[in-house]
């Protein structure tokens, strides 16, 4: 059983940052890539960003590139999003989760199969 535990979320001004965490339990976690996805209120969960198995690739939605930062440790099982210049269409709850095994990544969420509580992330203007 797989377990993802986020943390980090809070509220900032825009123009600040917020670092997200995941921690994640099982011993296979190198095998997979991992992702971050964030749902805002009345929207669908969308991709923000994913990183693959080994850390060695890296893929953002458009709306983050260039102010957020996917990273991985693979021997603490933990997956970082470093999240600068954040404006208030951030705001949503974000959700880190399990992609596919032995590749880059994806931006589909069906390809993910296991999936953190969400932690709350609010910009205010």
């Known amino acids: 059983q797989v377990q993802l535990v986020e943390s980090g979320g809070g509220l900032v001004q825009a123009g600040g940052s917020l670092r997200l965490s995941c921690a994640a339990s099982?011993?296979?976690?190198?095998?997979?890539?991992m992702g971050w996805f964030r749902q805002a209120p009345g929207k669908e969960r969308e991709f923000v960003a994913y990183?693959?198995?080994?850390?060695?690739?890296?893929y953002y939605a458009d709306s983050v590139k260039g102010r957020f930062t996917i990273s991985r440790d693979n021997a603490k099982n933990t997956v970082t999003l470093q999240m600068n210049s954040l404006k208030p269409e951030d705001t949503a709850v974000y959700y880190c989760a399990r992609g596919p095994a032995w590749v880059g990544g994806s931006q589909r969420r069906d390809e993910y199969d296991y999936w953190g509580q969400g932690t709350q992330v609010t910009v205010s203007s």
């Open positions: 990183i693959s198995w080994s850390g060695g690739s890296t």
């Open positions: 099982g011993r296979t976690f190198s095998s997979y890539a």
